[in-house]
């Protein structure tokens, strides 16, 4: 089976080869810890989550290093500390335990290795004072910055027109730039604000640019080039243009990663999630109304690359899917994951496809075919599926719905007499306001029953 990812930085589907197959390694872009992170947010965790299941399927469970850094030092950082009234530390070790907790409860894997920011400084020192001796970096006012006329392919992975790209430095022009493109690896720190000893001779402490953290921490971990980088697409520029500027100045290589995955953007109910819109929703306030594993179905169902319009009815949807797919669960479920699975995935992460592999898998299991059944429910647990006993699992719809069954029992009997005194105005009268409370009614010659919509 060959494995075929979509990279960015050439534009085109190409197989996987990876370096060392012993070791495949992998860097995503992690969670600046400032507050609750959003399910947008949980979108690249989720993906990547999904290729590091099948790398580890692919090449051994051992043979993967999946490194997601902890971005710890930041201005969002300072001020929210500050507002809070809570030290820098508090504030990032607090804020990633929640996300810890949060991408969890989604089914996640640990990453092999979390780096935070902040015990990479040395790291980041080295990276700059080599990009100062090769004159790819130059101190203007007490920062360092990169010079991009210094590298003449630069610009490869987001592939934007140089005017463009100067119009969007221009947005931070500082007279200490020698060109507008120019970007910070190492900035001063006012008295206050988090501060180490600063490279290139600078006398006052400073402290990182956010970009040279991921060169620094992908070296530290991964080495000076390795398989594969992903995050999100609204990294591609500047973020992870100006890695790469940094890695392969410092290191005079081609190359800082093989392949660039990202990931399309998360809107909600059509709309850009925005808390000025009402419309920004946590994790955490996600999990309180939906099981992690609605939340992570209904995040595959969208192939990586596109966007994805996150919707009540959508995670509805998930929910009942996952109500039929628990009700096969066994617990004998040990087959290998199923071949069409690993394909679908292999297909450059293809989950539209795969939940249909599922799809045939379920009927196949449900006419009784026990090898489809045992690789439905392996394949399931492969993904990060079915990690609650079957009835744990039936137990939340009683949990989460706060539909009280008394009134709903009340309303059934004032609408039981309304028919028999044909009054039949009132009776569907009372069965739309059922429905507008999620539960449908079912009328049989034994009386009526109910159920919660799903
Ligand atoms: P940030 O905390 O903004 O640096 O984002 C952390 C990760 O989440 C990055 O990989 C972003 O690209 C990704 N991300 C942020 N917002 C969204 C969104 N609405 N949809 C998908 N991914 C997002
Ligand atoms: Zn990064």
Redo the contacts with the bound molecule.
């Keep these: 089976m060959e494995l075929k990812l979509y990279d960015t930085l050439s534009r085109e589907k190409r197989a996987f080869v990876p370096i060392d197959p012993e070791r495949v390694r992998m860097y995503?872009?992690?969670?600046?810890v400032y507050d609750f992170?959003?399910i947008?947010?949980a979108?690249?965790v989720i993906v990547f989550d999904v290729l590091y299941r099948l790398l580890r399927e692919l090449y051994g469970a051992g043979h993967v290093a999946y490194v997601r850094n902890i971005?710890d030092v930041d201005d969002k950082i300072n001020a929210r500390a500050a507002e809070r009234g809570i030290s820098i530390r508090d504030l990032t070790e607090d804020t990633y335990r929640n996300f810890r907790d949060d991408v969890a409860a989604l089914g996640c894997l640990p990453p092999t290795v979390e780096p935070r920011a902040t015990e990479h400084i040395g790291e980041m020192r080295q990276l700059i004072e080599r990009l100062i001796a090769s004159g790819h970096a130059y101190v203007a006012e007490e920062h360092v910055l990169f010079s991009v006329g210094a590298m003449p392919d630069y610009g490869q992975l987001s592939k934007r027109p140089l005017d463009e790209m100067i119009a969007g430095a221009r947005v931070d022009v500082a007279p200490y730039k020698r060109d507008a493109m120019d970007f910070v690896l190492w900035k001063p720190s006012k008295p206050g604000e988090p501060s180490w000893p600063s490279p290139g001779g600078i006398e006052t402490p400073g402290r990182p640019g956010w970009h040279i953290e991921c060169s620094a921490m992908s070296w530290k971990h991964l080495g000076e080039t390795f398989d594969l980088h992903g995050?999100?697409?609204?990294?591609v520029f500047p973020h992870h243009e100006n890695e790469i500027a940094q890695s392969r100045c410092a290191f005079h290589t081609g190359v800082m990663a093989n392949y660039w995955m990202h990931?399309?953007?998360?809107?909600v109910e059509g709309e850009k999630?925005s808390k000025s819109l009402g419309n920004f929703f946590t994790i955490r306030e996600l999990l309180a109304d939906w099981p992690g594993e609605v939340l992570r179905f209904n995040m595959l169902r969208t192939h990586y690359r596109q966007p994805?319009d996150w919707t009540v009815k959508g995670l509805e949807e998930s929910w009942k899917t996952l109500d039929d797919w628990y009700a096969l669960a066994v617990e004998d479920g040990q087959e290998h994951v199923a071949g069409a699975v690993l394909e679908a995935l292999s297909d450059d992460l293809n989950t539209p496809r795969m939940l249909a592999e599922l799809h045939g898998l379920k009927t196949r299991a449900q006419a009784g075919d026990r090898l489809a059944r045992g690789e439905f429910v392996s394949s399931l647990r492969f993904l990060g599926f079915l990690r609650e006993s079957a009835s744990d699992w039936a137990a939340r719809r009683h949990v989460s719905s706060d539909i009280d069954a008394a009134q709903v029992e009340a309303l059934i009997a004032t609408r039981t007499a309304a028919r028999k005194a044909k009054n039949f105005a009132e009776s569907d009268r009372i069965r739309d306001e059922l429905a507008a409370m999620g539960v449908v009614l079912k009328d049989s010659k034994d009386g009526t029953t109910w159920e919660i919509a799903r």
């Design positions: 995503v872009c992690g969670p600046t992170a959003h947008g947010n979108r690249p971005t995050g999100g697409i609204d990294l990931n399309g953007f998360l809107q999630m994805i």
